[in-house]
């Protein structure tokens, strides 16, 4: 595939576009071929599209008014925005397929949905407008303006921090996943040295939180799979991370990782919520995918967890490789009966990091039914949608919903929403400053390599440090 436009601020806007109805064409050399012009005389701009594909040429044109603006990042948005739907539009009609989320391509979509409100849109009228300016469903502009209408714990402080800490390890690698973490029996001579440099770094973490007069709202344990640490293991890294926080989340995710011992030392350190991830209660599914536990290993886990009292969340995958619509839905109704406090819903992303290499089109056919179904059975049972994201190369272009029956996940909101900063502890952690008076977001990564990591532990410490001193 190969795009040229006279607008190269938009070029990749453009790719991520044509790849919802294009989704295998990678090479340059490839067809289809696009080519795109956008004129403007004030605040009436025109966009015109040329396509030539493997079977057809044909072109597609289209003028607005664009709102006057004294923003030159609003600008540049309604720009993009506007090419991105004439485009979609162009498509659309070219295949004759609608799809869900119209011309919105990124990873959350409840952003566009905050825009329109800071722009006046009413809530009640959120819905409408969204399918008017972006061509959303009914269904997903109502599950935008759903989540919304959840998102009451959201808090713009610049003061408040969440602290993310990265346990990248893993019992198995899952044969959907493209995490970066490594399958423990691969790496378990590098653990001792890794959680001493992740101590380090928490500790220095700690030190940055209080010299900078930051309040910790919650701590999050992701991975990878936290618990695949021994609990001797979990207890001293637990130690360091003394602080009263309003939730303190541990990945338990897989549960031949859980044990009673594990979980004394969570409720010891009082950790509040844990998340056991069956991904479906299909054991001949389980095994396709490469988990190395049953169905009854994920009941098992939970009743053990049950007299602990922490909020639980279960993860659900739609989309799974030979995953029927029968077995799905089994897997929601048992999730449903189990009564987590949270139950997320994720549709089957195929990335070129994880090793399936089969092609998502014998899938594509009940995915969209999965994802229905489960909203409707979630609703049904007292669930709401309180957070959602979306990932490239999602089967039939869909999404990632969490629901909550009382208690909604406090980090789930404020690291999909991008309202509080987060200080990222351990490899391939993210760290991001958030300043909501700037509307303006810094980030730092650090490095992937576990060995890497642990050489360069200092320099991750000091670059961090950079980022979030109030100096800065």
């Excluded at 948005?77 to 119209?102: C, E, I, N, V």
């Excluded at 979990?234 to 594990?262: A, H, Q």
């Excluded at 200080?423 to 391939?428: D, K, Q, Y």
Aim: hydrophobic share 35%; glycine share 4%; net charge neutral.
């Amino acid at each position: 595939m190969k795009i040229k436009t006279n607008y190269e601020k938009i070029e990749y806007d453009l790719y991520d576009v044509m790849h919802l109805f294009y989704p295998t064409s990678t090479s340059d050399d490839e067809l289809p071929y696009v080519e795109h012009t956008m004129t403007r005389e004030k605040n009436n701009v025109n966009n015109k599209f040329f396509i030539k594909d493997e079977t057809d040429e044909f072109t597609f044109e289209e003028s607005k008014v664009m709102k006057q603006t004294n923003d030159i990042l609003e600008d540049k948005r309604q720009l993009k925005r506007f090419a991105k739907l004439t485009l979609y539009k162009m498509l659309s009609k070219h295949f004759a397929k609608d799809l869900p989320w119209g011309s919105l391509t990124g990873i959350r979509p409840t952003k566009i949905g905050y825009d329109l409100l800071n722009q006046g849109v009413e809530l009640y009228m959120l819905d409408k407008a969204l399918m008017d300016n972006f061509l959303l469903s009914k269904e997903k502009a109502k599950l935008v303006q759903n989540v919304i209408q959840n998102q009451k714990c959201i808090i713009r402080n610049d003061n408040l921090v969440d602290l993310y800490i990265n346990i990248p390890f893993c019992p198995t690698r899952c044969a959907y996943c493209s995490f970066i973490s490594s399958e423990i029996d691969k790496v378990r001579a590098l653990m001792p040295d890794y959680l001493a440099a992740l101590i380090k770094e928490i500790n220095a973490t700690k030190k940055l939180i209080f010299d900078n007069s930051y309040i910790l709202r919650t701590i999050y344990i992701g991975g990878g799979t936290p618990t695949v640490l021994s609990a001797e293991e979990l207890d001293m890294l637990l130690d360091n991370l003394n602080y009263p926080v309003s939730e303190f989340t541990v990945e338990c995710g897989r549960p031949d990782t859980i044990t009673k011992e594990k979980l004394e030392v969570l409720k010891k350190h009082k950790v509040t919520r844990i998340s056991i991830n069956p991904q479906t209660f299909v054991d001949a599914t389980l095994k396709r995918i490469g988990r190395k536990h049953t169905v009854k290993d994920v009941i098992d886990a939970y009743k053990i967890a049950i007299p602990f009292d922490f909020s639980i969340n279960m993860d659900l995958i739609a989309g799974l490789p030979g995953e029927t619509l029968r077995g799905f839905k089994k897997s929601i109704d048992t999730a449903i009966e189990l009564a987590p406090d949270n139950i997320t819903v994720h549709t089957l992303s195929l990335k070129n990091g994880s090793i399936l290499a089969q092609s998502a089109e014998e899938q594509n056919a009940v995915t969209d039914k999965m994802i229905d179904y489960s909203a409707r059975a979630l609703r049904a049972n007292g669930y709401k949608p309180y957070y959602l994201y979306r990932q490239k190369n999602q089967i039939q272009c869909q999404e990632n919903v969490g629901y909550y029956r009382e208690k909604v996940c406090l980090f789930n909101v404020d690291s999909m929403e991008e309202t509080l900063s987060i200080l990222a502890c351990g490899a391939n952690g993210i760290s991001k400053r958030i300043y909501n008076y700037e509307n303006k977001i810094e980030r730092f990564a650090n490095v992937k390599d576990i060995r890497e990591y642990i050489s360069r532990i200092d320099e991750m410490i000091e670059k961090k440090n950079n980022l979030f001193s109030k100096k800065h």
